[in-house]
C-alpha cells in the first residue's frame, strides 16, 4: 500500500511540473588513490670509527656514499641531518661541532640534480646543534651522493677521553 502511494505521488509531481523524472535523483562521488612514486635512499657504507691523533687536526671520515633513486616526474630532494653535535657517549657535556658536506655526486644524464645547500656544520657554544645539507633533482633519476662528516677538534687540550658520536640521518621526498 505504501509503495503504491508513493508511486501516485510522484506520478502527480510529475504531471504538475511536466517532469517525466520528478522523482529520479543521482550523486557523484570521486574517490582517487594517489600512489606515490617509487623514491629510495641508501647508505652503502656502515658505521665508521677513528681513532683521534690529540693533535688540533679534524678528523673527516671516509667518504660516506649514498645512493639516491627517485622515479618522480617532478624530481626529489635528499637532506642529511645530524642528530646534535658530536657528543662524548659517557659524558654528553662534552661535545665537537661536526661539519656536513657534499663535495661532489654522480647523477644520471638529465636528471637536474643540483647543490641546494652542500655545507653546514654545527655551533654547539652558540646554541646551533644540527647540521643539514642537501641536494635535489628536478625530474626522475638517480645519484651516487658523497658525503663527508668531519670532527672539528677544536682546542685538544679540552677534550674529555672517551667516544663522540653523531648520527646522520639521510630523508628523500618528493618535490
Known amino acids: 500500500m505504501t509503495r503504491h502511494l508513493a508511486s501516485i505521488a510522484c506520478l502527480t509531481i510529475a504531471a504538475l511540473f511536466s517532469q517525466t523524472d520528478a522523482c529520479a535523483q543521482s550523486s557523484d562521488a570521486n574517490y582517487t588513490v594517489h600512489i606515490p612514486p617509487f623514491m629510495a635512499l641508501d647508505a652503502l657504507r656502515g658505521p665508521q670509527y677513528r681513532m683521534h691523533p690529540g693533535t688540533s687536526s679534524d678528523i673527516l671520515m671516509t667518504n660516506s656514499l649514498w645512493w639516491a633513486r ?62 643539514t645539507v642537501q641536494v635535489s633533482s628536478d625530474t626522475a633519476g638517480v645519484a651516487l651522493i658523497v658525503l663527508h662528516v668531519t670532527f672539528i677538534t677544536g682546542d685538544p687540550a679540552t677534550l674529555a677521553g672517551g667516544e663522540y658520536e653523531v648520527t646522520v640521518t639521510g630523508t628523500i621526498s618528493e618535490n
Open 70 to 131: 627517485t622515479a618522480s616526474g617532478t624530481g626529489s630532494t635528499v637532506t642529511f641531518s645530524t642528530d646534535h653535535p658530536f657528543q662524548n657517549t659517557g659524558n654528553s657535556d662534552y661535545e665537537r661541532d661536526v661539519r656536513l658536506r657534499i663535495p661532489n655526486m654522480f647523477v644520471s644524464p638529465g636528471s637536474g640534480w643540483a647543490f641546494d645547500t652542500a655545507t653546514d656544520q654545527t655551533n654547539y657554544a652558540a646554541g646551533d646543534d644540527v647540521a
